[in-house]
Nanobody, 120 residues
Framework: QVQLVESGGGLEQAGGSLRLSCVASGIIFSIDAMRWYRQAPGKQRELVAAITSGGTTTYADSVKGRFTISRDNAKNTVSLQMNSLKPEDTAVYYC??????????????WGQGTQVTVSS
């Protein structure tokens, strides 16, 4: 079964740091783009950061200079290093990826989400 599993969320004070990780498991040929989204209570899910298979990155304006997305293609993982956290970064963070799988071909997958809470 192909799935994305996140880890690393938690409670942090403003100005602190957290690192999120996501691993893709199952029979996977390759992984195209990988992304992190977040959804705060009462708000729409928004794209936080994305990274292509070649390593090109994009960020939401709200996290530029504070968050860094990276990936390890050998381990099928994507990470999000979050520094200088702000209370407005509080949200459930979701991993998302375009996976090329044996059974279903190319599909988009979501992780289950991990809670990040930043206290002021």
């Amino acid at each position: 079964q192909v799935q994305l599993v996140e880890s690393g969320g938690g409670l942090e004070q403003a100005g602190g740091s957290l690192r999120l990780s996501c691993v893709a498991s199952g029979i996977i040929f390759s992984i195209d783009a990988m992304r992190w989204y977040r959804q705060a209570p009462g708000k729409q899910r928004e794209l936080v950061a994305a990274i292509t298979s070649g390593g090109t990155t994009t960020y939401a304006d709200s996290v530029k200079g504070r968050f860094t997305i990276s990936r390890d293609n050998a381990k099928n993982t994507v990470s999000l290093q979050m520094n200088s956290l702000k209370p407005e970064d509080t949200a459930v963070y979701y991993c998302n990826a375009d996976l090329n799988t044996v059974v279903l071909g190319r599909r988009n997958y979501w992780g289950q989400g991990t809670q990040v809470t930043v206290s002021s």
